[in-house]
């Protein structure tokens, strides 16, 4: 297994009205949060707030191209980013003790936080369809590139782990300084996650490190 330190490239936020960060989401311009009463989102490049919608948000966040998931206590809500419509609402299989979300190969995977687990589902009906054991409690979950990474909170720790999606093996681990804790996680497609920082209010952006 690869071990290294988690190298911060820069913090965002905390922003106004969103005290906290559960579910953290990227579509392509916008990181998305979830912050209880609201999903935010705001634009990387500017640093500054975009917009909000007021809907229940308190845990995981998922984009899949075109709508976004939202954890919200026992169920997964789909929503159109452009209204704030709720199309569509599936079982989180967690049944409220549910924690990251992300989208990848046309399902939703979904951490349970002090169940150590994570969930492949249906993402029309909620079925569970696989399950990976993990050996801390599990927060964000995001997919790139063929990769299945998840973040990690225990006491004052948190790290970034890139598993085996078969096994559950933790094949690469990415330490956070002490106290830096990881809520919600999300990859920008190339060479960042975007890291929540649950109290603190702020997102982190993290490098991602490429195989040599």
Same mark, same amino acid.
């Not at 949060?33 to 809907?55: C, E, M, T, Y």
């Given at each position: ?16 009205g969103?005290g ?49 998931? %939202?954890?919200a206590?026992d169920? *997964?809500?789909? /929503? #159109?980013?452009? =209204? @704030?419509?709720? !199309?569509? &609402? $599936? ?20 951490? %349970?936080?002090?169940?150590?687990? *994570?969930?492949? /589902? #249906?993402?029309? =009906? @909620?079925?569970? !369809?696989? &399950? $990976? ?29 890139? /598993? #085996?999606?078969? =096994? @559950?093996?933790? !094949? ?30 702020k ?10």
């Amino acid at each position: 297994m690869k071990q290294s330190a988690a190298e911060i490239i820069c913090e965002y936020g905390p922003f106004p009205g969103a005290g906290q960060v559960h579910g953290v989401s990227y579509d392509g311009a916008h990181v998305w949060f979830a912050s209880g009463d609201k999903l935010n989102a705001f634009d990387p490049a500017s640093r500054q707030a975009v917009r909000s919608i007021d809907i229940a948000a308190h845990a995981g966040t998922a984009f899949d191209g075109e709508h976004l998931f %939202q954890i919200a206590e026992d169920r *997964i809500q789909k /929503i #159109d980013p452009k =209204t @704030g419509s709720v !199309l569509a &609402t $599936i079982p989180a299989p967690g049944g409220g003790r549910d924690s990251g979300l992300a989208w990848a190969e046309g399902t939703l995977w979904v951490g %349970q936080y002090r169940d150590r687990k *994570i969930h492949q /589902i #249906d993402a029309e =009906t @909620g079925a569970i !369809l696989r &399950t $990976i054991e993990s050996s801390r409690f599990v927060t964000g979950v995001t997919w790139v590139d063929g990769e299945l990474w998840h973040a990690t909170a225990e006491g004052d720790e948190s790290d970034l782990r890139r /598993i #085996d999606p078969q =096994t @559950g093996e933790v !094949l690469e681990k990415l330490e956070t300084p002490h106290g830096v804790y990881i809520s919600g996680l999300e990859s920008d497609g190339g060479d960042q996650f975007f890291c929540g920082g649950g109290k603190t209010g702020k997102i982190r952006a993290v490098r991602r490190p490429r195989a040599k």
